[in-house]
Structure formats: structure tokens, C-alpha cells
């Protein structure tokens, strides 16, 4: 398994923006990113492969988050965040190669990092 370092979260006002960074000490099929509202399960927020294609995006984010990177780091993009954007943010990553629905759930992936707090205030 990967070890997985993620920086980048704090605290900003509704339509603010922030950029998280997460960098794997090894090599990557899918990296992704997830999160945990209070109260609530891990949902997928994005991923992409390892070469950088192939992004795939949550409805409720699109629009407003890109993700970037290639096998062994990931950048989320969050623009005009909202307060239902606050959560622990988690990257996660497959050495093996995902497809859907799969590549949308936490099981697929077997590296994580500690998680990120992003906190957005009306």
C-alpha cells in the first residue's frame, strides 16, 4: 500500500476557494478523493487515472472542483465552495485500474490518507 500525504484544507467563506494536495509515496492506477460530512457516509467526490485522464466527478462538485495530478500526487481545485462542501477530505488510491461503478467506492481503493479538514462558512 501506498502512503498517502494530504495538505491544503482550513477554513474559508462561501464562494471562496481552496486547493488540496495529496502526494502517494508510490505509483498509481486511479488516485481519487473522497469525503465525510458530519453525520454522514464517505462519499466519492473525484478521480482520475494515473496518466491524468479520464476524470470522473461527483454531481453535486461539478462544475466547481477539478482534479489534476498524475500517479504519485492529486490536486483538488474547490471553487465557489459551499457550506455543504464542509467536510473531512480523504485522497485515496488503486494500484489496480478502475471502472464504474466501482471506481466510486471506498472499497476500491486501498491506500488512504489521514484526511483534510475543509470548513465553509455561510
Known amino acids: 500500500q501506498a502512503q498517502l500525504l494530504e495538505s491544503g484544507g482550513g477554513s474559508v467563506q462561501a464562494g471562496g476557494s481552496l486547493r488540496l494536495s495529496c502526494t502517494a509515496s508510490g505509483h498509481a492506477a486511479v488516485m481519487a478523493w473522497f469525503r465525510r460530512a458530519p453525520g454522514k457516509e464517505r462519499e466519492f467526490v473525484a478521480n482520475?487515472?494515473?496518466?491524468?485522464?479520464g476524470p470522473e466527478y461527483a454531481s453535486s462538485i461539478r462544475g466547481r472542483f477539478t482534479i489534476s495530478g498524475n500517479n504519485a500526487r492529486s490536486t483538488l481545485q474547490m471553487n465557489n465552495l459551499k457550506p455543504e462542501d464542509t467536510a473531512l477530505y480523504y485522497c485515496?488510491?488503486?494500484?489496480?485500474?478502475?471502472?464504474?461503478?466501482?471506481?466510486?467506492?471506498?472499497?476500491?481503493?486501498?491506500?488512504w490518507g489521514q484526511g483534510t479538514q475543509v470548513t465553509v462558512s455561510s
Open positions: 482520475m487515472r494515473g496518466d491524468g485522464s
Open positions: 485515496a488510491a488503486s494500484a489496480s485500474p478502475l471502472i464504474a461503478p466501482l471506481m466510486w467506492s471506498t472499497g476500491a481503493y486501498e491506500s
